[in-house]
């Protein structure tokens, strides 16, 4: 997420045949000599017969991937004196090479455009494929380049390279109509808690029996949710851009992702790491966005318990033996559970099948700690038949998707300057000032510390949602009426 400057030096010296390269490569680097040495051959140009070491600087820095193809190419022939390097001065080079000389797409161009910027680069040469991709950044001149030959030429002032694409905006895309709030027959305190949730940007839990319409619930959270700002749309691309997902039709992300994994995923998958470099996780691709958790008593234990921290610090940091790989990771966690495994644990129309134990055991998968770091907590109940086929339609996600910019925009008038746009990401030491309470309000929150047994991190979230309720109201203070609403969505005894 964050590029580093790379030097890339060649030295040819007399001795047998050979190429080398040094720095702390990754083995994909390593195999940059055979894709390197093709390519040139391709273009036409004359390989040295002579000992080729590249260095890749500064050397105690892990070098991965293949975007360094492009300028280990260029260094070589620099030194051969087919390049001027002159040239080369204040130019950074990112591309994967084919054996044939094409220039492919590369991950990450993104925040390497942007590191460029920052450390005074002039230029960046980049796959014409990411060019889009680069020209988000300003400041700094793109060079889109298909072929190591069109590079060779320009470098050489033979040619000229196309113009680069012009930036392109991003706009915020709204849900489909097949995806409408107003779908949703009955449940009025579910929809309730829903506008809260996207209004703040509070994690929630519904639970309920099968087929009471929670995943439905969920899924149209995303058409309620206030558009991206330009800086969280381009935080979000960087993050795609490294994960290899941005699509090559669509240069930058303009919809807060809305991310749904199985609930098979393992930990890894979950909140990140793997093999090699550690890559992102479902938790950091929902960056800005809903993470959804469907049968979430389903999930790995482990996986479900790695979640606590980046919930509480908006970021995941994935360490290894001899580096730590930080990827951001500020979400809104919606889950779905079942009251107990046959899911009709309490219902008025089907009888619970499941032994005590097994209700006891399915409800503890989801810990304490867990349960403390959900803002809402909600009954999804099953529809009634008036409700399933006589209730009149409600409000549409266009019209509760107003009331909830109104909140946000709010919210980011108090919270300006600060980094932070939502409600719940106050901080517990600006608590007091942000959430200004009543004197009624206060009390009401410190008789609910010992009537209900809030914990600290819980009354800090149970204020964080009552400023909330008192956004959506236009309240300037939050009052009493606006702490019970928000005490009425915590959860004590897990799912129910």
Not at 353 to 363: D, H
Not at 443 to 453: C, H, K, L, T
């Amino acid at each position: 997420m964050e590029g580093h400057p790379v030097d890339v030096e060649v030295s040819i010296a007399q001795g047998l045949p050979s190429f080398a390269v040094v720095g702390l490569p990754d083995l994909a680097v390593q195999e940059a000599r055979e894709r390197v040495r093709a390519a040139i051959q391709s273009s036409d140009e004359q390989w040295p017969m002579r000992r080729v070491v590249v260095n890749l600087s500064p050397a105690h820095l892990r070098k991965a991937g293949s975007g360094f193809d492009l300028a280990m190419a260029v260094g070589v022939l620099a030194a051969c004196g087919r390049v001027p390097q002159e040239r080369l001065r204040g130019l950074c080079l990112i591309g994967e090479l084919s054996l044939d000389g094409a220039v492919r797409r590369v991950r990450g161009v993104l925040p390497s455009a942007l590191a460029a910027r920052r450390h005074g680069r002039r230029a960046v040469m980049v796959p014409a494929a990411n060019a889009h991709e680069a020209a988000l950044v300003e400041g700094v001149e793109v060079l889109p380049v298909e072929h190591l030959a069109e590079a060779v030429r320009f470098l050489r002032g033979e040619s000229d390279l196309a113009r680069p694409p012009a930036p392109v905006a991003g706009g915020a895309a709204v849900a489909s109509d097949e995806a409408d709030l107003a779908d949703v027959r009955g449940q009025s305190m579910a929809k309730r808690a829903l506008e809260l949730a996207a209004a703040g940007g509070h994690n929630m839990l519904m639970t309920g029996p099968p087929g009471a319409g929670k995943t439905m619930l969920a899924r149209r959270l995303a058409g309620i949710l206030p558009p991206l700002e330009p800086e969280e749309a381009f935080e979000l691309t960087g993050m795609y851009s490294v994960a290899g997902l941005l699509p090559e039709d669509r240069p930058i992300v303009s919809e807060r992702p809305f991310r749904a994994p199985h609930h098979s995923i393992s930990t890894a998958g979950l909140v990140g790491g793997g093999g090699g470099l550690p890559q992102p996780g479902e938790a950091s691709l929902a960056h800005r966005g809903v993470l959804f958790l469907d049968e979430v008593a389903e999930f790995r234990r482990d996986a479900l318990e790695a979640l606590r921290g980046p919930l509480e610090d908006g970021t995941v940091t994935i360490v290894r033996a001899r580096w730590a790989v930080t990827y951001p990771c500020r979400i809104q966690l919606v889950a779905a559970s079942n009251p107990c495994p046959c899911g009709y644990f309490d219902d008025h129309v089907k009888a619970c099948e499941c032994l005590p134990g097994a209700v006891a055991a399915y409800r503890g998968r989801l810990s304490g700690p867990m349960l403390d770091r959900i803002d809402l907590g909600v009954r999804v109940t099953r529809l009634t038949r008036e409700e399933l086929f006589g209730a009149a339609e409600g409000e549409s996600s266009e019209a509760v998707r107003e009331r909830v910019a109104a909140a946000r925009a709010v919210q980011a008038e108090r919270l300006a300057g600060s980094g932070r746009t939502s409600n719940a990401e106050i901080p517990p030491r600006e608590l007091a000032r942000v959430c200004e309470l009543t004197p009624s309000a206060r009390r009401a929150s410190e008789a609910a510390v010992d009537r209900i047994g809030l914990s600290a991190r819980g009354a800090h979230r149970a204020i964080r949602v009552a400023r909330t309720v008192a956004d959506l109201a236009g309240h300037g203070s939050v009052g009493p009426e606006d702490v019970e609403e928000a005490l009425w969505y915590r959860f004590l005894d897990g799912p129910r």
